[in-house]
């Protein structure tokens, strides 16, 4: 069984900024798409990022778009999300996934594993 561990989150301002990271154990790192998603509460669960398994290629929601940067570090195993601007409608519990493909999923139903969960508060 593959963990995925989001650690980071936490209460912030609007148009403050937070980073959360997502650390994935074992050796298998480098092969994974990587996503960010995000659930509020009473709403679905939304798309946020995603990242290849070589951190070439991003896709980003619209909501989050030049907002918010992903990247990766393959020899920690580990993916971050940088959020900047950040308002009030991107309070959620923030998720992080990961894919077994080097072929972007285009639905959740494509990602494999996924962590716990980390709660972003923004304060208006």
């Known amino acids: 069984q593959v963990q995925l561990v989001e650690s980071g989150g936490g209460l912030v301002q609007a148009g403050g900024s937070l980073n959360v990271s997502c650390a994935v154990p074992?050796?298998?790192?480098?092969?994974?798409?990587m996503a960010w998603f995000r659930q509020a509460i009473g709403k679905e669960r939304e798309f946020v990022v995603s990242?290849?398994?070589?951190?070439?290629?991003?896709y980003y929601s619209d909501s989050v778009k030049g907002r918010f940067t992903v990247s990766r570090d393959n020899a920690k195993n580990t993916v971050y999300l940088q959020m900047n601007s950040l308002l009030s409608e991107d309070t959620a519990v923030y998720y992080c996934?990961?894919?077994?493909?080097?072929?972007?999923?285009?639905?959740?139903?494509?990602?494999?594993?996924w962590g716990q969960g980390t709660q972003v508060t923004v304060s208006s």
């Open positions: 996934a990961a894919a077994d493909t080097y072929v972007r999923p285009t639905t959740d139903d494509e990602y494999d594993y």
């Open positions: 074992g050796s298998s790192f480098g092969h994974y798409y």
């Open positions: 990242i290849s398994p070589l951190g070439v290629t991003t």
